[in-house]
């Protein structure tokens, strides 16, 4: 252990944790309506939303209880705004609104049921843990719809370099490794992982839910 920061002034229900190339820290908060940007020491540097107050689908400043947050290359911000609304909110690196992906609840092409992770990958595209429709849904750099990959994705999405992704479910109890769309690996019997994370040297962190410990997975030899 080192160290903590935060309280309940603070969070209200902290749900995901994602470091990004710089080195900063952001959070969402789901139930607060919030995401929050800190620096290494703790010191909060950026909010989007407001803290208790929430949106809908067309709201450009407001969520309804966000739950993942991927940062591009060039800095710029996608939010996963999935337990009410259905949508990935776009914005720059200094926090002002570029557009809505997706908005729209259901299972047609585009169109996410709880959304539940995000990830950038090499071209700029968009990929989504669309959870409820137990797949992953794929827009463009411009937010258009392209493709799904059918495999369950209530958990979290960390993506490698050479686009291979990594998705967690927590009601398969599973982890699946994915590229161009196609399954490569699955890792079951994990009870429920939620949060996932990947080291340099390809080591999977995973949080279980169902039984309160962080399960560490290392790369098959």
């Not at 989007?48 to 709201?59: C, F, I, Q, R, T």
């Not at 940062?71 to 776009?90: F, K, L, M, T």
Request: proline content about 3%; glycine content about 12%.
């Amino acid at each position: 252990f080192v160290r903590t920061w935060g309280d309940q002034s603070l969070f209200t229900e902290p749900h995901s944790l994602l470091y990004d190339r710089g080195g900063f820290i952001w959070t969402t908060d789901s139930q607060a309506h919030v995401v929050y940007k800190f620096d290494a020491d703790g010191k909060l540097l950026l909010t989007l939303g407001k803290k208790g107050m929430a949106g809908d689908n067309a709201s450009q400043d407001l969520f309804n209880r966000p739950n993942a947050v991927a940062i591009a290359a060039n800095g710029d911000i996608y939010v996963s705004d999935g337990y009410n609304n259905a949508r990935v909110v776009h914005f720059n690196k200094e926090g002002k609104f570029i557009r809505i992906i997706g908005g729209i609840k259901g299972a047609e092409p585009g169109q996410l049921q709880l959304p539940h992770g995000v990830v950038i990958d090499s071209r700029g595209r968009i990929l989504v843990g669309d959870s409820d429709n137990k797949r992953i849904t794929i827009f463009d750099k411009d937010g258009k719809f392209v493709e799904t990959w059918p495999f369950a994705s209530r958990g979290g999405m960390v993506i490698t370099s050479d686009d291979t992704v990594y998705v967690s479910d927590v009601n398969a109890g599973s982890i699946f490794i994915v590229k161009n769309g196609k399954l490569l690996d699955t890792i079951g019997g994990l009870g429920r992982p939620h949060g996932i994370a990947l080291d340099s040297d390809g080591t999977i962190y995973s949080s279980d839910s169902t039984n309160r410990v962080v399960m560490k997975i290392s790369p098959k030899k």
